[in-house]
Nanobody, 111 residues
Framework: QVQLVESGGGLVQAGGSLRLSCVASGITFTINAMGWYRQAPGKQRDFVAGITSDGRTNYADSVKGRFTISRENAKNTVYLQVSSLKPEDTGVYYC?????WGKGTLVTVSS
């Protein structure tokens, strides 16, 4: 059974930081590219950041320089360090990999 389980969300003031984690099971983590997406209230789910199996990264323009994606293959975990948060970063953050989605973790940024 495939599971992607996100954690690390919460309520933070503008300018603050969080580290989101996604632990994968049931997939061959090391060969899969992994990604983070987010969905703001009333909006579509959008790409935030991705990392390939060999560590290459890419980001949405809106988060470049503020967010960092990384992976720790020994722990089947992908991280998203989110910094300099803005109210418009509020949303449910979803982990994606191996054609599967996690259930998301909510990030709320107060102004």
């Amino acid at each position: 059974q495939v599971q992607l389980v996100e954690s690390g969300g919460g309520l933070v003031q503008a300018g603050g930081s969080l580290r989101l984690s996604c632990v994968a099971s049931g997939i061959t983590f090391t060969i899969n590219a992994m990604g983070w997406y987010r969905q703001a209230p009333g909006k579509q789910r959008d790409f935030v950041a991705g990392i390939t199996s060999d560590g290459r990264t890419n980001y949405a323009d809106s988060v470049k320089g503020r967010f960092t994606i990384s992976r720790e293959n020994a722990k089947n975990t992908v991280y998203l360090q989110v910094s300099s948060l803005k109210p418009e970063d509020t949303g449910v953050y979803y982990c994606y990999g191996g054609a599967y989605w996690g259930k998301g973790t909510l990030v709320t940024v107060s102004s």
